[in-house]
């Protein structure tokens, strides 16, 4: 009688049952939902609550929601700290403090553990704009004539003209743009809060966007709903721009570049050609203006310099 293979004789074990903390996760991620939070708020709420439940595994603690202590809370704060920057131990800070604020508001506990904690202190780190001579670099780097180049053209034109956030940029689908009015309307899913707001654009990225559209139209994906598309799929998914912008920044000789440095310096821009504050949040799509403190911060001086100057010294005026 044949032998039966090892793999015949295996008897398949169940997962391992999720801790009553990350049970207690599932039933917060369902609350934010039904806010209609966003998804990339509820991916941040687990990262976080995974993390601790793998920290405090890891130490022999509790994984109960109701055993959490602060002093167990404090050592995980800690641990991040030394592990992480100090943005990433505020965003953790941020989760815990949701999470227990909702275990307190459906009775799980008592009492939320963070009660007398602090968030971590998070040192200003203003992030430098673009200059001019820098933008002209990278969009002489895809001065060419091909469907690449033109879409890069069209898309760091339009970065650079609304401050988009990256998902929102990539999430565009082709009704979105208004290109004769130069407006286009983002309302991508991944949009803090889920606002839907219209944009305006400049007549340079209008004719890149004219330009970009006249090739897509023979594309092999021009039926895509999606305004973005590469040689390899019907949409470029947000990591594309971060690719594209090694790539281009490869080649106009210049140091790494992220796409929020677009949003910033569309900010600064802005302030710098006299827009005023409300009117930039609307636009930004800020709710609060304690961004504005944020946004474009590296060339404040420059900015309250060149209000200095117009204005007048006080003391040309004695």
């Known amino acids: 009688m044949p032998r039966s293979s090892a793999a015949n004789n295996l008897i398949a074990l169940p997962s391992a ?4 903390l990350m049970s207690d996760f599932q039933w917060f991620a369902d609350t934010l ?4 939070s966003s998804p990339s708020t509820v991916e941040s709420y687990r990262l976080t609550l995974a993390t601790l439940d793998r920290f405090l595994g890891d130490r022999g ?3 109960s929601t109701p055993e959490i202590t602060r002093a167990m809370l404090q050592a995980f704060m800690t641990d991040q700290l030394g592990k992480h ?4 131990a505020n965003t953790r ?3 815990l403090r949701a999470f227990f604020n909702f275990a307190v508001n459906e009775e799980i506990v008592e009492k939320t553990p963070m009660r007398g904690m602090s968030a971590p202190t998070k040192p200003t780190e203003p992030v430098p704009v673009l200059s001019i001579e820098e933008l002209r670099a990278l969009l002489d780097a895809c001065s060419g004539k091909t469907f690449a180049d033109r879409r890069d053209t069209a898309i760091l034109r339009l970065l ?3 401050g988009m956030r990256r998902a929102e940029l990539m999430g565009l689908h082709m009704d979105d743009l208004l290109l004769h009015q130069h407006l286009v309307q983002v309302r991508h899913e991944n949009a803090k809060g889920k606002k839907a707001r219209v944009v305006p654009f400049g007549a340079k990225t209008a004719q890149a966007l004219q330009r970009y559209l006249r090739l897509r139209r023979t594309h092999k994906y021009a039926a895509s709903r999606f305004l973005w598309v590469s040689q390899m799929g019907a949409q470029m998914e947000p990591p594309a721009l971060n690719n594209l912008l090694v790539e281009r920044t ?3 000789g210049l140091g790494h570049v992220h796409p929020h440095q677009f949003r910033h310096t569309a900010a600064h821009l802005n302030l710098k050609g006299g ?3 409300n009117a930039l949040m609307r636009l930004m799509g800020w709710s609060s203006p304690e961004m504005l403190q944020r946004y474009g911060a590296s060339a404040a001086d420059e900015r309250a310099r060149a209000a200095y100057f117009a204005q007048g010294a006080p003391g040309d005026l004695v």
């Open 17 to 20: 049952a999720p801790s009553q």
């Open 160 to 162: 650079l003209d609304t």
């Open 275 to 277: 827009m005023q504050e």
């Open 85 to 88: 920057s100090a943005g990433t």
């Open 33 to 36: 939902r039904a806010r209609n």
């Open 61 to 63: 603690y509790p994984r």
């Open 93 to 95: 800070y941020a989760g």
């Open 250 to 252: 490869r080649a106009a």
